[in-house]
Nanobody, 121 residues
């Protein structure tokens, strides 16, 4: 099995920046796409940004130009640099990855435990 562990959330003032990290570990053979989702109170979990194994990113319209997703394949880690944060960005952020594990030998989607991001005005 694989695990995803996130870090980097916290409290920041509007206009500030935060960087989230998510490291995959366990019996991993290969990692396909990795991404970040967020869930605000009373709302559904939505995709924020995603990056392919080749490094091609895509973003939700609400974060384009402010957030940057990247990955380090050697470290099995995905990052989310968040700039110009506003109160609407307040949510629990979850890491997601499609991973081919060694036991069992198959593709599965995994989720991190979530990290809280709170933007104050």
């Amino acid at each position: 099995q694989a695990q995803l562990v996130e870090s980097g959330g916290g409290l920041v003032q509007a206009g500030g920046s935060l960087r989230l990290s998510c490291a995959a570990s366990g019996r991993i053979v290969s990692i396909d796409a990795m991404g970040w989702y967020r869930q605000a109170p009373g709302k559904q979990r939505v995709l924020v940004a995603e990056i392919t194994d080749g490094g091609s990113p895509s973003y939700a319209d609400s974060v384009k130009g402010r957030f940057t997703i990247s990955r380090d394949n050697a470290k099995s880690t995905v990052y989310l640099q968040m700039d110009s944060l506003n109160r609407e960005d307040t949510a629990v952020y979850y890491c997601n990855a499609r991973i081919f594990g060694a036991a069992p030998m198959s593709w599965h989607y995994y989720w991190g435990q979530g990290t809280q991001v709170t933007v104050s005005s």
